[in-house]
């Protein structure tokens, strides 16, 4: 987990929330919400404006979770903690959410099509009935297809984040490389992702109780197209 230590103190500039998906969500969640991923709780926090709304966040990395409590401060409808997807039902009751989110292509950091299928039963026992699931990765549709292996590269007035795909067998090394701009230090790491299609994730949905699907190609509400699509947004319940 050293790539995302590195990365959280560039995180909210590399990845802002934007106020199209701001909106977005906004739209489309209620009640008692769970995050996963949370990374710096940006997402979260834009949420929690909404008091209305209660929202914790979990991830594995410990200084992501450490910059998201210190940012949340005494917010009371918002909390984070240390917390690994893979294990939804040893750390939460199930019915407890309303809705949980999957955000920033978190995903496909699940190692292979079983711990994925796992993953969404173990999504849909701690939902509420009727509860809804958001979930984010890239269009890997489109990435395989077209052989995508470049990124455009994120530059701020401090950080200069660039990525790169390399295809492996059945998985993406997925290659990054941060520089500081005011520091000149330079961070270099590389994960493995597994890359999951849309027809997938519906089947996987379906199979596990899900009974009603939207797919979305950007958080402005775009259609979701599998040729020309940035990401792949599913929204189900």
């Given at each position: 987990?050293?790539?995302?230590t590195?990365l959280?103190?560039y995180?909210?500039?590399?990845?802002?929330?934007s106020?199209?998906m701001k909106?977005?969500?906004?739209e489309?969640?209620?009640?008692t919400?769970l995050?996963?991923?949370?990374?710096t709780?940006?997402?979260?926090l834009a949420?929690?404006?909404?008091?209305?709304?209660?929202?914790?966040?979990?991830d594995?990395?410990?200084?992501?979770?450490a910059?998201a409590?210190k940012?949340?401060?005494?917010?009371?409808n918002?909390?984070?903690m240390?917390g690994?997807?893979t294990?939804?039902?040893?750390q939460?009751?199930?019915?407890q959410?309303?809705?949980?989110?999957?955000?920033?292509?978190?995903?496909s950091h699940?190692?292979d099509?079983?711990?994925v299928k796992?993953f969404?039963?173990?999504?849909?026992k701690?939902?509420k009935p009727r509860?809804?699931f958001?979930?984010?990765?890239?269009n890997y549709?489109?990435?395989?297809?077209d052989?995508?292996?470049?990124f455009?590269?994120v530059?701020?007035?401090?950080v200069?984040?660039?990525r790169?795909?390399r295809?492996?067998e059945?998985?993406?090394?997925?290659t990054?490389?941060?520089t500081?701009?005011k520091?000149?230090k330079v961070?270099?790491?590389?994960?493995n992702?597994?890359p999951i299609?849309?027809?997938?994730l519906?089947?996987?949905?379906?199979?596990c109780g899900?009974?009603t699907?939207?797919?979305?190609?950007?958080?402005?509400g775009?259609?979701y197209?599998?040729?020309?699509?940035y990401?792949?947004i599913i929204?189900?319940?």
């Amino acid at each position: 987990m050293s790539f995302y230590t590195d990365l959280s103190e560039y995180y909210d500039e590399v990845f802002p929330v934007s106020a199209d998906m701001k909106t977005f969500l906004k739209e489309k969640v209620n009640g008692t919400i769970l995050s996963l991923g949370c990374a710096t709780g940006g997402v979260e926090l834009a949420l929690s404006e909404n008091q209305n709304l209660d929202l914790t966040g979990i991830d594995l990395n410990e200084k992501m979770i450490a910059l998201a409590l210190k940012k949340a401060g005494n917010k009371p409808n918002v909390h984070f903690m240390i917390g690994d997807m893979t294990k939804l039902e040893e750390q939460f009751p199930q019915e407890q959410f309303d809705s949980i989110l999957c955000l920033g292509n978190t995903l496909s950091h699940l190692d292979d099509i079983n711990q994925v299928k796992a993953f969404i039963r173990s999504v849909k026992k701690i939902l509420k009935p009727r509860g809804s699931f958001i979930t984010q990765i890239m269009n890997y549709d489109k990435i395989i297809h077209d052989m995508v292996m470049n990124f455009p590269p994120v530059k701020t007035q401090k950080v200069l984040f660039e990525r790169f795909y390399r295809f492996v067998e059945n998985k993406i090394l997925f290659t990054t490389k941060i520089t500081d701009l005011k520091t000149g230090k330079v961070y270099t790491n590389a994960i493995n992702l597994y890359p999951i299609l849309s027809e997938q994730l519906t089947t996987f949905m379906k199979e596990c109780g899900f009974e009603t699907f939207k797919l979305y190609g950007a958080y402005n509400g775009e259609p979701y197209s599998s040729q020309y699509s940035y990401h792949t947004i599913i929204y189900a319940r």
